[in-house]
């Protein structure tokens, strides 16, 4: 990672914005305690010590808190938080904080034990700043590598969806890097699916003795649209870079992956709405002809809609059956969760794609990838 110099214009504008005597002078956004308990599971960050480290810091400290309480209504605080932090810190910020980021000092990071004071330390300097960032941008984090499961889940409907074209809506799809599925290289098992020919390359394990099911064999896809509250452009640096800081720092594989998806997403062009899967998904579907199989996908977003308006999203994507035979493929835990047109009952796959169970709808509701399903 380039260090920017002190002098840099980025660095200097950071060092302008005028410091707020106390953050707790503002408005809260969400309560002190909800943003404490938030912290006070660290068990999130399972891939990053890091975080798992700071995590602690930040519920034992009620300045921090008080900062991390200015985080948008619904939006997940420890995510919005440690992004913003490391926001800063990609931007060029200089502070010795940065020598515990991994994402900037690769091996060469400092023992955890100190990173406590230099996160203070940190938010104290650049307290405008951080709370500038989680009062206006939300939890957006674009995973290339859930672009498997995306295909898994096409794969497992293509039986029944036959030959029929189906229409691709993704709800919450951020830079709409999913949306790219078909431009990606898939590697599993010994095999290759998608774009032998791509940069962006996807590597998984595969752990199960049957071989990995065909990923090119998927429902002919007649038009493939997005929807998010705020659609990010992978041709705009301030949005690349705030993908970049919502990777955790120890995750290098992955902000490699999300760089080389960028790069290729910035040449081709996905169709995104802006806008609430509440009122899209249904002005989506009545622009498709009545009858032709839609597809509606979502991964890690349901986490990121407000409680008290989960009932409607589920409603505005399960509605759109009336148009048409509808799935709806979740990935929003530690599983696959597929419901089909016609059928009570949801399929959940195992994250190596082979059904797992046949249950009720919302029985137990359990999606995706269990080594992700803390991820935003
Ligand atoms: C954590 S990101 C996940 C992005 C992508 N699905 C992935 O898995 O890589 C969640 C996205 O959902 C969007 N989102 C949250 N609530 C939404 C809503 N009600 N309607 C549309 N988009 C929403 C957010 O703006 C964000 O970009």
Request: hydrophobic content about 40%; proline content about 8%.
């Amino acid at each position: 990672m380039k260090r920017v110099p002190h002098e840099d214009r980025q660095t200097t504008q950071l060092r302008q914005v005028p410091r707020r005597k106390d953050a707790g002078d503002t408005a809260l956004v969400q309560s002190s305690d909800a943003v404490r308990a938030a912290f006070t599971d660290p068990d999130q960050f399972w891939s990053s010590p890091l975080y798992r480290h700071l995590s602690g810091v930040v519920a034992g400290d009620p300045y921090l808190i008080g900062l991390a309480a200015h985080t948008r209504d619904g939006q997940v605080p420890t995510f919005a938080f440690f992004g913003a932090v490391h926001a800063l810190l990609l931007a060029g910020v200089e502070h010795p904080l940065a020598d515990y980021y991994p994402s900037l000092r690769g091996d060469g990071v400092r023992p955890l034990a100190s990173a406590g004071p230099a996160l203070l330390s940190f938010a104290r300097r650049y307290e405008y700043a951080i709370v500038d960032i989680v009062s206006t941008r939300l939890v957006q984090t674009n995973q290339v590598g859930r672009a498997v499961g995306l295909r898994l889940a096409l794969a497992a409907i293509a039986p029944s969806a036959d030959s029929r074209p189906a229409h691709l809506l993704e709800v919450g799809s951020s830079a709409g890097l999913l949306l790219r599925h078909a431009r990606y290289r898939y590697r599993l098992g010994g095999r290759q699916f998608g774009d032998r020919a791509s940069p962006v390359q996807l590597v998984t394990e595969w752990r199960s003795a049957q071989p990995p099911p065909d990923l090119d064999a998927i429902p002919v896809i007649a038009s493939t649209c997005g929807v998010d509250l705020h659609p990010l452009d992978p041709s705009v640096d301030a949005d690349r870079r705030w993908l970049e800081a919502l990777i955790w720092p120890e995750d290098r594989d992955k902000a490699a992956l999300l760089h080389d998806a960028l790069a290729l997403a910035a040449s081709v062009p996905v169709n995104v709405v802006a806008g609430d899967a509440e009122h899209v998904c249904p002005a989506w579907s009545a622009r498709i002809p009545a009858g032709e199989t839609r597809v509606v996908f979502h991964c890690a977003t349901r986490m990121h809609v407000p409680v008290d308006r989960r009932a409607s999203f589920d409603r505005a994507i399960d509605g759109i059956a009336h148009d048409g035979p509808l799935y709806r493929i979740a990935i929003e835990g530690d599983g696959i969760q597929i419901a089909e047109p016609g059928e009570a009952a949801i399929r959940r796959f195992e994250v190596d794609g082979h059904l797992a169970s046949v249950g009720r709808p919302n029985a137990g509701r359990r999606l995706a990838q269990p080594r992700d399903r803390r991820s935003p």
